[in-house]
């Protein structure tokens, strides 16, 4: 009986579908990031086990260094879960992606828009997480932007390779950073749980989107004059 | 009296005999492990520091990240014995270092044999001081093969180069993924503690024998068309 | 009336100015460390993401790795003070960066001594705290030396470079290891506190600058005959 009533309680309702969003974003986010994974090993050359282990690190390496800078258990160790989603992506596209560049794949909308979510939904958690383990405003930013972008930042690490977070001058780390604020900020002037999680996560989306469809971006700290090296560097 | 009864006994004496045959095990694959290292370090013309950290490096670095991942103190911290093994070996070579590339001694049969060695040992610890740590199957497969294959990545990390392990097609993290999963099922179905230990270890052993002598792999990811991009992307 | 004789005694006002002076040497090597990362990125040509991550990452990488090493808790969560003087110096110099190349500033013999006080200070805070956490006296050498030069890898990790420290033959990994060792020494005998603080921290700074001004250095592990890979290399 009691179940029942909890069903039809619009509330609870609301609880069910927002937790069911949550995990629908973690896996499409997952999913986005082994894709990213398995694209840059087809493209450094590397074999199966490379495109299985880089998939595995863009998708976990993020909340992997959360948990280790909080002193918290290592999520995945637990609970590997997202760790087989991301694996079972990578053996899926591998085959495909000895027959042709992936390229147009990774940037596929759909694939863009399932990466912007994952960055979303991992920089809220990461942060949330960080301000309930007692860390310092600043630190929790920096704690959410890094489980939102830490496993990108690893990927590009093993494919030897400067990050591209750091020079593609699009809102990416700046619209996790965004994010992060917007959280602790309402957070911090006690605004309720669902809000807390919810509107920071739809301040990155809409900031990463406006990025990759007005092109809104982050400057250059390049030397103006020697244009011609940019292709060199980062080739 | 009990002393020598203790000794005449077979099953102490398998034991001695094992535990000896497991630290000589884990010394040669530390020793393989430095040579790899400062044979890195000389080929990217590092000066001796590089030359004892990536020795240092390849030899503690996957055990470092194994006791960073389940939380427990990190095992050189209070007994630096392999760390100071990696760095005489460095310190050993080094002078034949700079007369000419080493590289002859790295894939020297002895010196493959004992980095097969080292691999075999390192899993295999691996794997059961995480599955002793309560981690999930999956979980402590990941951290044992992290043990095993970490410290290499590291050295070719800080060498700028993408990890060999991930491109070049032999079975090595491969090797030691199936002697983890050999372990977790021995483990699970309750086998005695030296088969626990031993079977893993022969499994890796061979698979990587087989690697080595009949060129056993795994498949690349790479796009099958563009065959002269490899020798510049892992120049 | 208590606070007048406390300040009036000689001991209290050496306590005193021996903390400020230590501060003062944190902030000056955290600018000098956040101006390497920030010229860093420039020469790389990253965006002002890459400008502000490279500078907080050399700022407090080594001191993340020490924490991390001996399970203890980061520094930075609880008082982010350093992440923020080296975000500020990155957003200070990065409008310059893109003016003309910034290397002359790195170089700037003002900047080299306020690097090497950095260093000369997290050698001496890491061996110390290591030395306290209760790790091995040579743990605790590594743990030091990590701690003053471990930011400054990751900055060349992050950039996708061979780390500097690793072949630029120079005492500075060499200098901090001077220092952890005389402090331990130091340490050893029972020797006052201030002692073991302020001796190691001098050796570093008299190394580091016989190193910058007399040319010592370390030997190369480079085959020599191959001298035209070096700029390759290290391009």
Known sequence: MHTLVAVVDPDVILTHALGTLRMVLEYLGTVA???????????????????????????????????????????????????????????????????????????????????????????????????????????AMIVGVVNGVGGGILRDLFAAQVPEVFWNGQLYATAALGGAFALWALWAAGAPAEVVFWVPLLVILVLRTLSLRRGWGVPSVAVVQKRELQTESHA
């Open 33 to 139: 990031f082994a894709i990213s994974g398995a694209v840059a090993a087809s493209r450094r050359r590397m074999d199966l086990v490379g495109a299985v282990v880089l998939a595995g690190l863009v998708a976990v390496g993020g909340g992997t260094m959360r948990d280790l800078l909080l002193r918290q258990p290592v999520f995945w160790i637990e609970n590997p879960t997202l760790v087989l989603v991301a694996i079972a992506t990578a053996l899926a596209i591998a085959p495909f992606a000895r027959r042709r560049d992936l390229g147009a794949l990774a940037r596929h909308r759909i694939v863009e828009h399932s990466d912007a979510a994952g960055l979303a939904i991992f920089v809220v958690i990461g942060t949330g997480i960080a301000l309930d383990a007692g860390a310092s405003p600043v630190a």
